[in-house]
């Protein structure tokens, strides 16, 4: 089946030191999103690729980076995690022709220790 | 800016009963409209969509309607099951091509 895959599901780093979520899609969808969601809040958007064309949020802190070298995958690099950047993140993509319906990813639970 | 205002949560309901969440939103033009739920633990699924003004989206006994005279797009279920406790966001997708998400609301189903 055509989907979306996190890995890893649960990742737990240490106070400033760096970590990288990652995700992969097999729908071939030109646009990637990654949001951040924390606890019974709403997904707040980080940043998204159109293809390889990156958008950056303008809250989006500079600790979060992101990578795309290819359709298939994308990267979430967190220079520097605090105690208040642990959350759920999502991945989503989106096809050019799906009328803006978003695909997610199961997530990855991040907890900074 | 485009906005979704949710109904505030959470909801409990006992098995079998009716259910309806409400969701009204603001936007410039003619938005997709979305209701994705997420179960503990685990990312959001599309539940239903509408595209259009009149549509009616529909999807495991959900159903929502896109009513543009009234802005809203409320979800509604006859019978609702202990498989059905989660929590549901309405959404919305305009001219930005992204989503804005309601604040989300937690139901649980009672046995």
């Known amino acids: 089946d055509a989907m979306v895959i996190q890995n890893p599901r649960y990742q737990v780093t240490q106070f400033g030191k760096p970590v990288t979520l990652s995700c992969s899609q097999t729908l071939n969808h030109n646009v990637m999103y990654w949001y951040q969601q924390k606890s019974s809040q709403a997904p707040k958007l980080l940043f998204h690729?159109?293809?390889?064309?990156?958008?950056n949020e303008a809250d989006t802190p500079d600790n979060f980076q992101s990578r795309r070298p290819n359709t298939s995958f994308c990267f979430l690099d967190i220079r520097s995690p605090g105690l208040g950047d642990a959350a759920m993140y999502l991945c989503?993509?989106?096809?050019?022709?799906?009328?803006?319906?978003?695909?997610f990813g199961p997530g990855t639970r991040l907890t900074v220790l | 800016g485009d906005s979704v205002t949710q109904m505030e949560g959470p909801v409990t309901l006992s098995e079998e009963a009716f259910l309806t969440i409400n969701c009204t939103y603001t936007?410039?033009?003619?938005?997709?409209l979305f209701w994705y739920v997420q179960y503990p633990g685990e990312g959001l699924q599309l539940l239903l969509k509408?595209?259009?003004?009149?549509d009616k989206g529909s999807n495991k006994g959900f159903e929502a309607t896109y009513r543009k005279e009234t802005t809203s797009f409320h979800l509604e279920k006859g019978s609702v099951q202990v498989s059905d406790s989660a929590v549901y966001f309405c959404?919305?997708?305009?001219?930005?091509?992204?989503?804005?998400f309601g604040s989300g609301t937690q139901l649980t189903v009672l046995p």
């Open positions: 936007a410039t033009g003619y938005p997709s």
């Open positions: 690729y159109y293809d390889k064309d990156f958008n």
């Open positions: 989503a993509t989106e096809g050019l022709s799906s009328y803006n319906e978003q695909f």
């Open positions: 959404a919305l997708s305009g001219s930005a091509r992204q989503l804005t």
């Open positions: 509408a595209t259009k003004a009149d």
